[in-house]
């Protein structure tokens, strides 16, 4: 399979990386997979014979990660560049989520699609603004396209929901869908320390977005809890039909008094149908030892279905990383070709 890299972020080395370590593996199991393109945001490495990452990787400064060198060829290798050639199998699209319009991913996305090249994408942004329009795409053009990552990376919420539930109306999703707040929220907890004390250490780890207003301010799991009520409720709703709240209001006070109560914050996403009406909410909420994400700790993350015929099912797990994220991709990847 060739595959061509859009978005060498943190996501998307480790991705790399991963491909390098399980290249063998995957091989033994009949599925090669070939990189033809690595592309950052100013400049691409492009081999039709396919780059080889393991050597490119060895000869790197810190082994993590490839250097795509400043150089007049490299600087040609662009998204239009790869949509023109249409050389690869599947398109990995991670460049950053531009929650607004989802572009440019939405557009490289569909034009993927459209020349019958399948398409797995961590990147939110394309899938809050356009999934059934890519859905369609994918349908019409016999190709598939994979979005586990976008909604808890390794957590699988879009696969538990969509093939775990399927046949059933699920009438009810409610997730720990954010690493970073559920790892600070459990850290203010632990030490007492303060929200930026914590959000530091989180960043250090790599876990919180470039931009950590995302996450503390409960975009990310707004984000998320949009695509799961679209995909698995088959809902078309927007992000402005959310309430968000996010965790910069909590105080260490208020976290050591729920302490004291038995209690813990969560950061929650919550999609509830009632009647004809939906209500769509993320907002800190005070958790007791009998609710089933009480114990998420961590990096960890949680969604819970309920629908009509096939009960309730719950899955919490999934830690927040690049590592997991990127192979959550792979997992993706490895979907497409058994199907
Ligand atoms: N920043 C996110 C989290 C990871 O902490 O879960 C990407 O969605």
């Not at 990660?65 to 290798?77: C, G, L, P, Y």
């Not at 503390?216 to 698995?232: H, P, Q, R, S, Y």
Request: charged share 25%.
């Amino acid at each position: 399979m060739r595959i061509g890299l859009i978005g060498y972020g943190g996501v998307g080395k480790a991705f790399i990386k991963l491909i390098v370590e399980k290249g063998s593996a995957l091989k033994a199991q009949g599925l090669d997979l070939e990189v033809i393109y690595i592309m950052g945001s100013k400049r691409g490495l492009y081999n039709p014979q396919g780059i080889n990452c393991a050597q490119l990787l060895a000869a790197s400064k810190d082994g993590e990660s490839i250097t795509i060198a400043d150089t007049e060829e490299n600087r040609k290798i662009t998204p239009a560049f790869l949509l023109q050639n249409k050389d690869i199998d599947l398109l990995v699209e991670l460049t950053s989520t531009n929650k607004e319009t989802g572009e440019p991913a939405r557009s490289y996305i569909l034009k993927a699609l459209e020349n019958k090249i399948h398409v797995v994408t961590g990147n939110k942004g394309p899938i809050v603004h356009s999934y059934w329009e890519l859905d369609q795409a994918a349908k019409e053009n016999g190709v598939q396209l994979g979005i586990g990552c976008t909604c808890g990376g390794a957590l699988p919420s879009v696969n538990g929901g969509t093939i775990e539930m399927a046949g059933s109306q699920v009438y009810s999703i409610e997730g720990v869908l954010n690493g970073t707040t559920n790892y600070i929220l459990k850290e203010m907890e632990d030490t007492g320390c303060t929200y930026r004390d914590a959000l530091e250490k989180a960043q250090t780890s790599g876990i919180a977005e470039a931009d950590p207003s995302f996450d503390v301010e409960g975009w990310d799991t707004a984000l998320k809890l949009l695509i799961l009520t679209n995909v698995v409720m088959k809902q078309n709703k927007k992000l402005s039909d959310i309430k968000i709240e996010g965790i910069t209001g909590l105080t260490p006070e208020e976290i050591q008094l729920a302490h004291g109560e038995g209690k813990r914050y969560k950061l929650i996403g919550r999609a509830t149908r009632e009647g004809e009406t939906l209500h769509m909410v993320v907002r800190p909420e005070k958790l007791g030892e009998g609710h089933a994400f009480y114990h998420v700790d961590g990096k960890n993350k949680a969604v819970r279905y309920e629908s009509d015929t096939l009960g309730e099912l719950t899955l919490i797990g999934g830690a927040s990383g690049t590592t997991a994220a990127a192979a959550s991709i792979l997992r993706d990847i490895v979907l497409i070709y058994n199907r």
